[in-house]
């Protein structure tokens, strides 16, 4: 028995109708947009659910754009049914969110911002042992965990509903089992939250205020990704949650009785928020240090008299043996090793997982049907998405056989991508990340979690 939950992204008059509060402690969003639809199933249906399984009734949050695979919730189903009781009730499933539906219609900073989502999605979910992965926009989990008394579904004055709904099951799940009574020589248990990886993307739309072609339109689209960023970026208040919860349970049980496993994946979870909220954007800081400090000095050697002397040196011995001298000094060879270094590397690697990635969305593998929804005898052919899309669209056209992109088309689709790293990526690092996020902190410092909760703007069909 499956029921969805679908976060409604509608245009701001509408959300904000939608979001009227009813108490002073509600906070226009998606967490309590998705709390009210959880508390209107169980009015709905709450006769029936008393008679059923709750950890075999699975609630699925999505937000209005989100296209499921045909098969997510069938491999969901699968998978958890082939889990006992205890690890069914404490589990939350995702799919790897991929944001690239019109991701040929929008500016290249926020393209560049999808091909780093796939990369964190991916290597989240794909590894879980270092660090902690999170939910993210889309998601399941069983009515049995958001029924528990310590859960009590969604709250509803937080932004990142997400992560906090995870974040509140983990901790409601270490506080169950230090209240269960302990046997003499039984070993505490340990945390039993688990975030269950399910293969099978779920594709969405970015951001994209429309005629990104033109100008005025390209600098739209780009302000409206940079709102979205900012609310995003409110994310960092879910690291003072987190350390709240956690030194509430030293305090309940003393720090030395906590399992080990219980400290480390706090810790897992500490150092993600971390990662996420506070050391990308002090990444993305230096970088930008760098560049101006980069930008300076090669002002200063050029004014000094070293591009003269380049230049001279070059039209005598030519431009190997020019640059063999180390006429550019310090400053030219600190540029050619971080071209050169370690770095461009990395970013060919992510470039690389991220064109496999977008290239079988475009050639229909990621949205491909099952055999019996196949026509006979003509090859697999991609899913017809439920709703028309939109121009740019990265999805396959409805009813193309799977794989018809030619060796030329994914040359220039690779070329293209690796293209949007380069030119792009210190931009949507500065834009996207270190700026929102610095507006976010000042915002909690002065307003603690008051926030105006602003639709993106998507696409419309």
């Known amino acids: 028995m499956v029921r969805g939950l679908c976060a409604s992204h509608g245009n701001r008059r509408t959300m904000r109708q939608s979001f ?18 959880y508390r209107h199933i169980l009015q709905t ?23 499921f695979h045909p098969q997510y919730l069938s491999a969901l189903s699968l998978q958890a049914l ?18 690239m539906r019109n991701l040929f219609s929008v500016p290249g900073p926020t393209r560049v911002s999808s091909y780093a989502t796939v990369s964190f999605e991916l ?14 926009s889309s998601y399941s989990t069983t009515l049995a965990l958001t029924m528990h008394p310590l859960v009590d579904g969604w709250d509803r004055d937080v932004i990142a509903e997400d992560h906090h709904m995870f974040c509140k099951g983990f901790f409601a799940a270490v506080r169950e089992s230090l209240s269960k009574p302990k046997a003499p020589g039984i070993p505490a248990p340990k945390p039993e939250v688990r975030l269950q990886p399910v293969f099978l993307p779920a594709l969405s739309y970015l951001v994209d205020a429309g005629e990104s072609n033109t100008a005025k339109g390209w600098l739209r689209s780009c302000h409206a990704r940079f709102v979205q960023a900012r609310r995003h970026s409110q994310g960092i208040a879910e690291l003072s949650y987190v350390i709240l919860q956690y030194v509430s349970l030293v305090q309940r049980a003393g720090f030395w009785k906590l399992p080990f496993r219980t400290h480390t994946q706090v810790w897992g979870i500490m150092s993600k ?14 970088l930008i240090n760098t560049f101006v400090y980069m930008a300076i000095e090669a002002v200063r050697w050029a004014l000094g008299g070293g591009l003269s002397v380049l230049l001279g040196d070059i039209a005598a011995n030519g431009a190997s043996t020019a640059l063999a001298s180390q006429s550019l000094g ?17 970013a060919m690697l992510m470039g690389w997982v991220t064109y496999t990635v977008v290239r079988d969305v475009v050639e229909g593998r990621l949205t491909e049907a099952m055999p019996a929804e196949r026509e006979g005898g003509e090859g697999p052919r991609a899913l017809v998405p ?9 999805l396959a056209e409805p009813g193309a056989k799977v794989g018809d992109l030619g060796w030329k088309a994914r040359a220039l689709l690779c070329v293209q991508i690796l293209t949007d790293h380069v030119n792009y990526a210190e931009i949507t690092m500065f834009g996207y990340g270190f700026i929102p996020a610095i507006l976010a902190a000042w915002s909690l410092m002065r307003r603690g979690t008051e926030f105006e909760y602003i639709v993106a703007a998507k696409p419309t069909c």
């Open 273 to 286: 928020m971390g990662m996420v909220h506070i050391i990308s954007q002090v990444h993305s800081f230096a």
């Open 20 to 37: 009227s509060r009813t108490s002073w402690h509600e906070l226009a969003g998606k967490s309590s947009n998705t709390q009210w639809a």
């Open 82 to 99: 082939q889990m006992s009781v205890q690890e069914r009730s404490w589990s939350f499933w995702q799919p790897p969110v991929f944001i």
């Open 330 to 346: 310090g400053i030219g060879w600190t540029g050619i090793t971080a071209i050169f270094g370690p770095v461009p590397p990395i």
């Open 123 to 136: 290597g989240g979910l794909a590894n879980q042992k270092v660090g902690h992965h999170f939910c993210y």
């Open 45 to 67: 249906y709450g006769t029936d659910l008393q008679h059923r399984d709750p950890s075999k009734v699975f609630l699925t949050v999505g937000d209005a754009d989100t296209l």
């Open 386 to 394: 439920v709703v028309p899309d939109v121009d740019g669209s990265a």
